[in-house]
């Protein structure tokens, strides 16, 4: 258990559906992230919040939507998802965005159907 | 951008014997660190070296650094069936260089340890 809890733990959406990832941390830390994880390809970085504000978008496509109400959770959006946006999505947190340690939660598998 | 790489990608070795990954990085960097993953679940930290550190040890864990190299090894010695699992080094740059701050990871080391 590492104090990072992502929720739901699998998800099977159709293209046309919206849904949402929940991730919710309570270390303390002052930056969250969400990188998504595909077979056979490197963990990618999407998306990094500092204190609530974006401040990493890693190119990512306008289908995912990433939200910080507070320090303590982080969301991201879905929506008209493709098939090879089938993948499994982990959240981190750390300290700051100047990295010591990142604790990641046990992902989300979301497969688009 | 992919900024460590790993090698060997899939390494089997026997319980008892040791485990060396290595890793290779392209740009400076603050520090380095190795993750290990069970199959299909969250990245669990292992050990951070700083990029002034040549060497860090943590139980049955060695990591070493050489920043001339660009390149780190994790040693897992008397390995267990139980340290089945992959393994990822990332590397945090220096903010202001290659883009902002952030933690890359490669694509991994599968380690199998044979019961």
């Known amino acids: 258990e590492t104090g990072v809890t992502q929720t739901p733990r699998h998800l099977v959406m159709g293209m046309t559906n919206k849904k949402s990832l929940k991730c919710e941390q309570h270390l303390g830390h002052n930056a969250m992230y969400w990188y998504k994880q595909s077979a056979k390809k490197p963990l990618e970085l999407m998306f990094v919040y500092s204190l609530e504000e974006r401040v990493e978008n890693n190119s990512v496509p306008s289908r995912f939507s990433p939200e910080c109400p507070n320090s303590s959770h982080l969301f991201l959006h879905l929506h008209t998802l493709q098939p090879e946006d089938s993948a499994l999505y982990l959240c981190a947190s750390s300290q700051d965005t100047r990295y010591t340690e990142a604790f990641f939660g046990q992902g989300t598998r979301l497969t688009v159907v | ?115």
């Open chain 2, 1 to 115: 951008s992919q900024q460590g790489e790993e090698d060997p990608q899939a390494l089997s070795i026997q319980e008892g014997e040791n485990a060396t990954m290595n890793c290779s990085y392209k740009t400076s960097i603050n520090n380095l660190q190795w993750y290990r993953q069970n199959s299909g679940r969250g990245l669990v930290h292992l050990i951070l070296i700083r990029s002034n550190e040549r060497e860090k040890h943590s139980g049955r864990l060695r990591v070493t650094l050489d920043t001339s190299k660009k390149s780190s090894s994790l040693l897992i010695t008397a390995s267990r069936a139980a340290d089945t699992a992959s393994y990822f080094c990332a590397t945090d740059t220096p903010q202001g260089e290659g883009g902002s701050e952030k933690l890359v990871f490669g694509k991994g080391t599968k380690l199998t340890v044979n019961p």
